[in-house]
């Protein structure tokens, strides 16, 4: 289940967002949190597992036509291709209208979704 971030997941959003390789360093982890609270045409979105704990986060860019994924993170117990469908998925279903699109760095994940959806 995606869950939009509030500010009382702050802590929760930090440590999913840690996994990420680009985002070790604390300053750059903030600033990358802020950087998604600066503008209503970004969100973050943190995903329950089956057993209801938090165990992933994605950010996106909303656009008219399209959600851009820009990060896709999850804990390592979870990580897997299953899972990362799954958040695809839901993220599809809470944009109907939108085409699911990533960066340079996700567009392999969106494409093995995309794929397996065909």
Known sequence: MLLKYRTDYEKVAMGLLSLAPALKKIDRLQAELQWYQDSDARQLLLWKDLNQDFSGIVGVELR???VIVRLIALMPAVRNHNQTNTILTELQDMYPKQRIMGTLETTG???KWEASHE
């Open 109 to 111: 994940i969106v494409a």
């Open 64 to 66: 008219p036509k399209f």
